[in-house]
């Protein structure tokens, strides 16, 4: 491991008592940091590059496939729509949240430029592409008779909200 001290020099305004009130002086606050950085001394500027992105990506790999142990999981019954975005599928969710027909509109213009969108590939993450038609995209609590107390709600459904 290796240390390295910095030391900068920030310009620091004074709080006044008052809204809308200049300060009546600036001055520069100093602070100072320390950064550590790892550095294996076996490794030198030619080092090979793909050996360290082979090796966060097994730790990435590793991290990924573990079980999640903050998981949310409930055992309540719900209705879903088949997988896959389509205008039917927009149209459906639509229908099913009463929505106005202005506002259908509206999703379906935005679903016809989505499709006009290409991912963008700018970044260094590289991921694998998404299939956007293996999603479920509405999903709802199946319907019971209604209840006229919280007695008679299932107790899994109050433990879950």
Not at 18 to 29: C, L, N
Request: glycine share 2%.
């Amino acid at each position: 491991m290796a240390a390295v001290a910095s030391t900068c020099s920030l310009p620091f305004r004074e709080p006044t008592p008052f809204p809308g009130k200049v300060a009546s002086s600036d001055r520069t606050q100093r602070c100072s940091f320390t950064t550590t950085f790892a550095h294996d001394a076996r490794q030198g500027s030619d080092s090979d590059p793909s050996s360290s992105s082979s090796t966060s990506s097994s730790v990435i790999q590793h991290f990924l496939k573990r079980d999640y142990k903050w998981g949310f999981v409930s055992d309540i019954e719900s209705v879903s729509i088949p997988k896959g975005l389509s205008k039917d599928t927009i149209r459906l969710i639509s229908a099913k949240k009463r929505e106005p027909p202005w506002l259908l509109e509206f999703r379906l213009h935005a679903y016809k430029q989505w499709l006009k969108m290409k991912e963008p590939r700018w970044s260094d993450n590289e991921y694998p592409t998404i299939d956007f038609q293996d999603y479920c995209y509405y999903s709802e609590p199946k319907q019971k008779e209604k209840n006229k107390s919280l007695d008679e709600v299932d107790p899994a459904l109050l433990e879950v909200f």
